[in-house]
């Protein structure tokens, strides 16, 4: 268990640590090996190093070597002049140490960031997986010059100087963890530029725009300003963590195995030899829990799985993989304990453990997990291959899985369990500002092209707010960045069912209305793709291509590309009907279907009514008998429209309507 003892030590010693770090030579994460650097510009170059010492920086590709002094604090920063697009190089950085990053291509680098949908990655989620995604990572070795970073999830009340992460080679283990979306689009652009093209993905689900907004912006929001005043009360947060640590290492005692008041704990259901016989059987990985009758299950249950470790395993050290838990548990093999993860905050750690080799024993073996669920639905949710168990020193590429039957028993309910502490300095996702500190900051200046972003879900209940906060987020990040106005290409939100209270039709039009707001933008109009009982739609290649020819059209100036959908521009009253005109439809308006469906018209009472609509060369005629008089149409103007109207170029139109009016 984590004793308060331990906790303070770590602390001295993290403290430590980081004060000796800082009299070496030091690269933010976003340096490593295969790294992308922007083609044709001045690449921002930093770290740190003693304070007041030289640093050289050299790249390969012209053998010219840069000079700047760290300053006080032993920061520095320095730019170097970029090529085209080539490679690989090497970038050498010399301080009191030295430092020499191989495999350095030269091209395209964007930054894929957002909620949910930008985080999904290529293999999907249990039971959610990403349509005609197998093809393309078992063929992603083919486009070595695709590089991926994947920027750890941090939360954070101060602006954070680095992440943890590294620089990917495509392969099918790279990019089955990436993002599809993003990849999808890095994959487009490079099929038509021929050029390296490197992703930086910085995603987190259910977040709201606030929280990838940074403070000096967000705050003048006057309803967010509490908040981040909260947040930048940096002595009361330290105090409340010590507060919490102790009453977490308190909690987690009484929960210990030594709590012989748990059914589990005094039948010794870890033990190897215990009888399960009698133990109800599930899947594994579930998502999170799914059998009906414990979906909320909240307290502790108990897995067991037998495996069988072959000959030549014998007396090697064993990787023990299992996917991201939530919330918390313990894991042993034959009575040996792997290890545990006893904080709610662990809930997205992959667990990775390691059995030594002197524990290992070849024949039937009993992996046990006994799992702590303090929060709604918890489980085993990662994907069927991170579960998994293989020899360290030959790799995985011979693992064994650990998904399919596994046998699991209920311990104690929550309300039989000691009270969870509550950490009164804990930083939650949908915070302002936390996400922009912890995983947009530490990226920042690298040289990048521009930003792809997919959100919008976690504001669907005030778009009045988002239509304002969104343009604000754009524009901090360029001034942070301060590489000029950078593209940034975003998608709208498709159709879904929120629930009560929503009206993500208004998140559509504020993101329809971002485009004459947002210089140097474009929108990926996503209406055909939703599945109204799904928020995550798993045509993830259409999103990304449809991101992409924004890019290559409007970035890259491939003028013959069309890149986007028709978007409503203007209309006319004609007697009965109304005409609508659209920009991006000069070649035309098609229908996918027999008739055009969810157009609605209105007159001068508001109501609206179902219209017929008909598309006469590149501009729609809306009507109806009930309305003789119309002064209004709305189109797709619902959570769950998914209406049929394209253009000729195949891109979806997006939902709108005329009026402004508040019904």
């Not at 650097?37 to 170059?45: E, F």
């Not at 920063?77 to 430092?99: D, F, H, N």
């Not at 042993?332 to 904080?343: F, P, Q, R, S, V």
């Not at 920042?444 to 778009?463: C, R």
Request: charged share 20%; hydrophobic share 35%.
């Amino acid at each position: 268990m984590y004793k308060l003892r331990s906790w303070l030590l770590f602390i001295a010693f993290n403290f430590l640590f980081q004060f000796v770090a800082a009299q070496q030579l030091k690269m933010p994460a976003i340096f490593s090996d295969n790294m992308v650097l922007q083609q044709k510009t001045n690449v921002p170059v930093w770290g740190w190093n003693t304070p007041g010492r030289e640093v050289q920086v050299t790249g390969s590709w012209n053998h010219k070597t840069v000079r700047t002094l760290a300053d006080n604090s032993g920061k520095w920063m320095l730019k170097i002049k970029t090529p085209a697009a080539g490679g690989p190089y090497t970038l050498t950085v010399k301080g009191e140490q030295s430092v020499v990053f191989q495999n350095v291509m030269i091209g395209e680098v964007w930054i894929c960031s957002g909620q949910s949908n930008m985080e999904m990655p290529m293999a999907g989620w249990t039971n959610q997986p990403v349509q005609n995604s197998e093809p393309t990572i078992k063929e992603s070795s083919n486009y070595p010059d695709i590089r991926l970073f994947n920027v750890q999830k941090k939360l954070s009340a101060v602006p954070l100087s680095d992440c943890k992460g590294s620089w990917k080679v495509n392969s099918p283990k790279s990019v089955a963890s990436f993002s599809a979306t993003g990849y999808y689009f890095g994959l487009e652009l490079y099929k038509k530029l021929k050029i390296p093209v490197g992703l930086i993905m910085s995603a987190w689900g259910g977040t709201p725009s606030e929280s990838w907004t940074p403070y000096d912006e967000i705050s003048k929001y006057e309803y967010f300003r509490p908040d981040v005043e909260k947040l930048q009360n940096l002595e009361q947060h330290k105090t409340d963590s010590i507060n919490f640590l102790k009453d977490l290492s308190d909690w987690q005692s009484k929960v210990d195995l030594t709590n012989m008041n748990f059914p589990g704990t005094a039948q010794n259901w870890k033990s190897k030899d215990f009888d399960d016989s009698g133990w109800n059987k599930i899947n594994q990985p579930t998502g999170w829990w799914n059998d009906q009758k414990w979906r909320y299950y909240r307290g502790i249950v108990w897995f067991r799985k037998s495996i069988v470790i072959p000959q030549e395993w014998e007396g090697k050290d064993l990787s023990v993989e299992l996917g991201p838990i939530d919330e918390m548990d313990m894991c042993w093999i034959n009575d040996y304990k792997l290890g545990e993860h006893m904080a709610v905050t662990d809930f997205n750690i992959p667990r990775k453990y390691i059995l030594p080799a002197e524990k290992v024993k070849s024949g039937a073996n009993t992996l046990v997990i006994r799992m702590i669920n303090i929060n709604e639905a918890g489980g085993l949710y990662g994907t069927p291959s991170q579960l998994k168990i293989y020899s360290v020193a030959e790799g995985d590429s011979k693992a064994i899985s650990l998904a399919g039957e596994w046998k699991y028993k209920t311990d104690v309910y929550i309300a039989r369990m000691p009270a969870y502490p509550v950490d009164k300095s804990v930083i939650k996702p949908d915070m302002p500002g936390v996400l922009f500190n912890g995983m947009i900051n530490p990226v920042i200046p690298f040289a990048i092209k521009g930003s792809i972003w997919y959100q919008g879900e976690s504001n669907v209940y005030d778009a009045n707010l988002y239509s304002k906060i969104f343009p604000s987020l754009v524009k901090s990040w360029r001034e942070k960045w301060n590489q000029g106005v950078f593209p940034f290409y975003y998608v709208q939100i498709a159709p879904f069912g929120y629930g009560k209270g929503s009206k993500s039709q208004l998140v559509r039009e504020a993101q329809l209305h971002s485009l004459d707001k947002i210089p140097n933008s474009g929108m990926a109009v996503t209406m055909d793709v939703g599945t109204i009982k799904g928020i995550h739609p798993p045509y993830k290649d259409s999103v990304g291509r449809r991101l992409a020819v924004w890019a290559l059209s409007r970035t890259y100036k491939m003028k013959a590309i069309a890149y986007s959908g028709p978007l409503y521009k203007s209309m006319k009253v004609e007697g009965p009907n109304i005409r609508i005109m659209f920009d991006h439809a000069n070649h035309g308006l098609t229908v996918k279907g027999e008739e055009l469906t969810f157009f609605e018209i209105a007159g001068a009472d508001q109501k609206f009514v179902p219209a017929k609509a008909y598309i006469d060369n590149n501009t729609v005629v809306v009507s109806s008998p009930e309305v003789a008089q119309p002064v209004a149409v709305r189109y797709g103007w619902s959570d769950t429209a998914t209406p049929n109207l394209f253009n000729t170029e195949g891109f979806p139109a997006s939902s709108f309507r005329t009026d402004d009016w508040d019904n």
